[in-house]
């Protein structure tokens, strides 16, 4: 299989850790997102990264889908239980993380794209948010303390904070586990990097 990534991108970063995780070897294809290859355009109609590519050359998108299809290869050890309210606890983490991502990257890219007049109050309101989630976050780390597709997603998308707002870092309570989870080899071995 291979996956259309880059170095930078969380929620590929996410399918990464996934596939570490499970023992799941995968082809890594570093895409240039300002010159999107043909392979990603003719997988993707969005031509968003990450995307999976089978073997039998049907592509899977996006990353919440990608994760679910690796996770049903095998039971090494399984990251979004199979069904039941733990199932939906998980996915909601997930979701919450991806959106958290999304938060991020508009506020980097909004000044990336405009250096001299980007719009503060934009960049002030997507930066208070990730500061209202990492409150949520803190006060119920207890349910990332047993290893699933949540903690990843969530550590996927504060590295990527780290990596690209460093104004705008955990702190505390939130830091230690963020600093402890980030021991874990699949997530060192998955640093952002440009
Ligand atoms: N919902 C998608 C989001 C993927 C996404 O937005 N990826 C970014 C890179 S971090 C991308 O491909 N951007 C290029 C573009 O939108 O043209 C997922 O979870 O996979």
Known sequence: MQLLYTKRSPYARKVRVVALEKGIHLDLIDEDLQDKSKRLLEANPLGKVPTLILGNGEAIYDSPVICQYLDELNDKIILIHKSGQARYKVLKWEAMADDLMTIAINAYMEKVRHPQDFHAPFVSSQEAAIQK??????????????????????????????????????????????????????????????
């Open 133 to 194: 989630a990492y409150q949520f976050i803190e006060s119920r780390l207890n349910e990332l303390s047993v290893f699933s597709l949540a903690p990843v997603a969530v550590a996927s998308a504060i590295g990527y904070i780290h990596f690209r707002l460093p104004h705008v870092v955990a702190q505390g309570k939130l830091a230690q586990w963020f600093n402890e989870f980030s021991k874990r080899p699949s997530m060192a071995q998955t640093i952002p990097t440009v």
